[in-house]
């Protein structure tokens, strides 16, 4: 956990609990360090590459929560720098609770998850909503993707916590199971193959050899 991050994320009742519970020595060296924002490093900006989703959170001006869910192609959050992030804001369901929120308060968190590598990174910012800027929508735009920009979001980062992986359950993206499936069905098929190739007489295998010979060549 960064020194900035606790020092957002450690209210005073926070600080309370933590010393009934025990925990607070273990956390004082996090919250006393300089206030400085992080910065994104290499190891962060290559997992937020990866990322086709994330969970967004923001607070209304009544004080409720409110956390949506922003999908996309892979790497259509962008790193513009080592303090900001960005994306373009796609045209959804039209409620705008989000968009609403951030006239009011414009402080997020972000919630990133690999739930192949059972990792996730947390992100506290504030965001910037940019309208009416072709150019700014342009390069965050994924290219061949359909969805439709209405804004631009861009997010300086106050701070990070990369988080415990326990409890995160280990699942993997359908494109990936199946080009798995592909290649053991694949390798299953060869097998066979080679097994009836080993049962056979020699005049069979004779054939199956010459039969394969004659595929591979008009192949």
């Not at 929508?137 to 631009?152: K, M, N, Q, T």
Request: charged letters at 30%; glycine letters at 8%; one cysteine or more.
């Amino acid at each position: 956990m960064s020194n900035r991050f606790a020092q957002l994320a450690f209210t005073p009742a926070v600080r309370h609990h933590q010393k009934v519970h025990g925990s607070d020595r273990a956390y004082l060296r996090m919250a006393a360090g300089p206030e400085e924002r992080d910065r994104i490093g290499v190891d962060e900006a290559a997992f937020i590459a990866q990322r086709d989703s994330f969970y967004l959170s923001t607070v209304s001006e009544t004080g409720w929560p409110y956390i949506q869910h922003r999908g996309g192609p892979r790497g259509f959050l962008r790193v513009l720098d080592e303090h900001t992030l960005g994306f373009a804001d796609l045209r959804g369901n039209r409620q705008y609770i989000t968009r609403g929120n951030l006239d009011h308060d414009g402080r997020v968190a972000l919630f990133l998850m690999d739930y192949a590598h059972q990792a996730r990174l947390k992100i506290l910012g504030r965001a910037r909503v940019v309208e009416d800027d072709p150019a700014t929508l342009a390069a965050l735009a994924v290219e061949g993707y359909r969805g439709r920009p209405e804004r631009a979001l861009l997010i300086d980062v106050e701070g990070f916590d990369w988080n415990c992986n326990q409890h995160i359950p280990q699942l993997l993206p359908r494109r990936d199971v199946e080009e798995a499936l592909v290649t053991l069905h694949d390798r299953i098929a060869e097998l066979e193959r080679e097994n009836a190739g080993l049962r056979a007489g020699p005049d069979e295998l004779a054939d199956e050899a010459h039969k394969n010979a004659e595929e591979k060549a008009a192949g």
